[in-house]
């Protein structure tokens, strides 16, 4: 993956499917400049034009105008198709940590996460997040085909035994009917 652009895509991205939806979105963005008489080359000052014709989100437009012109330049009208089809091909093979949550994280939870991950296990990881409301306390993660539950209902079933001797008197108590 070196030299490729989806390596600079993840500099600005943790979770898998931000990656899927950026990759789709800069497709957007060269079909509109590439087939909307815009001409042959792709400038920065076209992600106006782009914002204001397909009315996408403030999160996006930051997006592509903060993508280097360096990346910017890669796409070329005959080419840009492929150059995406491989960034798809290429996110297929990152390292993923597959982590489930009782709720969804805020987005700077998330980042700090993907910070983490990309600083203490590996520079290429992407995050794959999902939600499982029967996961009342804690979160799971999968990292190489490993699940580690740090769920409470785990911890209660594995620490079953030692719980009920803790929570059980030893002598009965007295005065209570």
Same mark, same amino acid.
């Given at each position: ?96 940590? =597959? !982590?489930?949550?009782? *709720?969804? &994280? ?5 980042? #700090? /996460?993907?910070?983490?991950? +990309?600083? =203490? !296990?590996?520079?290429? *990881?992407? &995050? ?5 409301? #029967? /996961?009342?306390?804690?979160? +799971? ?37």
């Amino acid at each position: 993956m070196i030299d490729s652009p989806l390596t600079s895509l993840i500099q600005c991205t943790y979770i898998r499917s931000d990656l899927v939806y950026r990759i789709s979105l800069l497709g957007e963005f060269f079909d509109f400049i590439f087939f909307t008489d815009r001409g042959p080359f792709v400038k920065k000052d076209m992600v106006d034009h782009f914002a204001n014709q397909r009315k996408e989100t403030p999160q996006d437009i930051d997006f592509l105008k903060d993508l280097p012109q360096s990346f910017i330049e890669i796409f070329k009208r005959d080419s840009f198709r492929k150059v995406l089809d491989k960034m798809s091909e290429e996110l297929q093979h990152l390292p993923t940590l =597959s !982590i489930t949550a009782p *709720v969804e &994280l805020p987005t700077e939870q998330m980042g #700090t /996460i993907g910070k983490w991950a +990309r600083e =203490s !296990i590996d520079p290429n *990881v992407v &995050l794959d997040i999902s939600i499982d409301e #029967t /996961i009342s306390v804690g979160c +799971r993660f999968v990292w190489k085909d490993i699940l580690y539950d740090f769920s409470l209902e785990h911890y209660f079933g594995s620490h079953e035994k030692e719980l009920y001797t803790r929570l059980t008197p030893s002598t009965p108590l007295v005065g209570h009917t």
